[in-house]
């Protein structure tokens, strides 16, 4: 679904992300890890338009995407829950959820019912100020809103960032659920050990470059991921 | 203060919102633009000058009947807003703020001289128009029309524009991007073109300030903007500048101060035009971010 070839990111003299090229196929989970600094978030921020690219090629649904602004390449159905939540904190959590679905015409009624039912939490809460909420609470914010958008991919860094361990595991059951409904997923963690239990597909990246990839249960299984991410 | 009496003080209760609402209506412009792209807009005081020329050439050269060279002359002035924020602003983006504020300073005098250049700079006479400068007399206080139909068109006009930010689809957009132009683009949002329309409105709204301004105080000179420019981004760095409940409230106060310190010490009123910076410094010791200031601060 998303093909990026042989992208290349500088910030100024710094280069980010060195002649990387992987593939997420449609409908499945796909997950990138690695240390802080890899330029794991170069990556997905590129491929929403939001940095500009040295050199190479990210193809989506055979299209070349890379150049477009950001505006055009978001209405094409690609969707990203930013580093950090990104929430508007003065729009209600209701508004939050609207904003998410700027670019839609149709009535959202059944989308924001979905939304609450991922996250009940959201509903009760619907008419708090999104700034006013918990951190926790803040990142649901930010996934319902991506969902908002009826997303064919949806890319999310580090959705656990923050989280008490038993959020991070419903977080990861609803991402499940979540491609289960057709989303295909491209997912940057930290947390090695259930992004790769969840992914079908994982790469892992170093300073710029991608190193290894294979099935999420292949590298759960390879030393040097072992050691580098998984502390064993 | 020798015998005020009650006429005195409902003639300047009227004077006092009349001019409150004037104030209101160009300090909503300078909040609106600070709100979404955290600028000063100096330029805004030359909007509302050129406005009045508009005005002027539409009934004088174009011999149009006034309510038409009036709504061409806001048109034309949500246009030039809408070029200014093009030219001048847009190129900048992504640089540091203070290029953008000298930009601004930039546009300013670069109006002010372009009207010295076309328009010269001979003092000319706002066209009056008998419907608003007719005075009647209400309960022994005598006021012109202008007095009630101003306060009635600015309330008009907030109401409209408090309904267009808070419920509709652009004011959420404008409400979102005023906090964030990267995550806004990731929801679709087309944050130059929500940036145009905030120009656009401030500058209309400024312009119908304008128009009524010259046929309160009918002379046009290519300064006329720059005294009520200051005062009004006044107004709105009072009322908590980005807000603008806050800058109408702010307008209103500085509308009262005025007239009313006038009232009760005439011997001040050559000073009048500077209450506003008195009561400026005294806002900003006591309360610096405003009467209504944010509301929440950013959780990280
Ligand atoms: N705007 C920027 N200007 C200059 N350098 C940047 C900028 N953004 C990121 N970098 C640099 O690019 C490199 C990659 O950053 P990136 O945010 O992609 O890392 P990451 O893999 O997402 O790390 P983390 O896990 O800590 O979020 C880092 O060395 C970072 O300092
Ligand atoms: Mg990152």
Known sequence: MIKVENLCVNYGGIEAVKDISFEVPEGEIVTLIGANGAGKSTTLRTITGLVKARSGSIKYMGEEILGKDTVSIVSKGI???????????????????????????????????????????????????????????????????????????????????????????????????????GVTIL??????????????????????????????????ENSAVKEAYLGK | ??????????????????????????????????????????????????????????VTAAMLPWYLAFLFAIACTGILGIIIERAAYRPLREAPRISLLISSIGVSYL????????????????????????VITIANVRIQKLSI?????????????????????????????????????????????????????????????????????????????????????????????GNIKGAVIGALLLGFIEIFIVLFFPALSGYKDAFAFVALIVILLVRPSGLVGEKIANKV
């Open chain 2, 1 to 58: 203060m020798s015998a005020i009496t009650s006429d005195m003080l409902l003639q300047s209760l009227a004077n006092a919102i009349t001019l409150g609402s004037l104030y209101a209506l160009v300090a909503i412009g300078y909040t609106m633009v600070y709100g979404i792209l955290r600028l000063i807009n100096f330029a805004h005081g030359e909007i509302f000058m050129m406005s009045m020329y508009f005005a002027f050439y539409f």
């Open chain 1, 79 to 181: 969707t990203l829950v930013p580093e950090g939540r990104r929430i508007f904190p003065d729009l209600t959590v209701l508004e939050n959820l609207k904003v998410g679905a700027y670019l839609r015409k149709d009535s959202l009624e059944e989308d924001i019912e979905w939304v609450y039912s991922l996250f009940p939490r959201l509903q009760e809460r619907h008419w708090q100020l999104g700034g006013t909420l918990s951190g926790g609470e803040q990142q649901m914010l930010a996934v319902g809103r991506a969902l908002m958008s009826r997303p064919k991919i949806m890319m999310m860094d580090e959705p656990s960032l923050g989280l008490a361990p038993l959020v991070v595991k419903d977080i990861f059951d609803i991402i499940k659920e979540i491609n289960k409904r």
């Open chain 1, 187 to 220: 997912l940057i963690e930290q947390n090695a050990n259930m992004a790769l239990h969840t992914a079908d597909q994982g790469y892992v990246m170093e300073t710029g470059r991608i190193t290894l990839s294979g099935t999420g249960k292949e590298l759960l």
């Open chain 2, 149 to 241: 139909y101003v306060p009635l068109i600015t309330a008009v006009l907030v109401i409209v524009l408090l309904y267009l930010v808070n419920k509709t689809k652009i004011g959420m957009a404008m409400r979102a991007s005023s906090k964030d132009f990267e995550t806004s683009r990731l929801m679709g949002i087309n944050v130059n073109r929500v940036i145009a329309v905030t120009f656009c409105i401030g500058s209309v709204l400024a312009a119908v300030g304008a128009i009524m301004w010259g046929l309160k105080y009918p002379k046009i000179e290519p300064y006329v903007g720059t005294l009520p420019g200051l005062k009004c981004f006044i107004a709105a760095v009072i009322g908590g500048i």
């Open chain 2, 111 to 134: 109006l002010q001289n372009l009207a010295v250049v076309l328009f010269s700079g001979i003092q000319k006479q706002f066209p009056p128009v008998a419907m608003f400068q007719d």
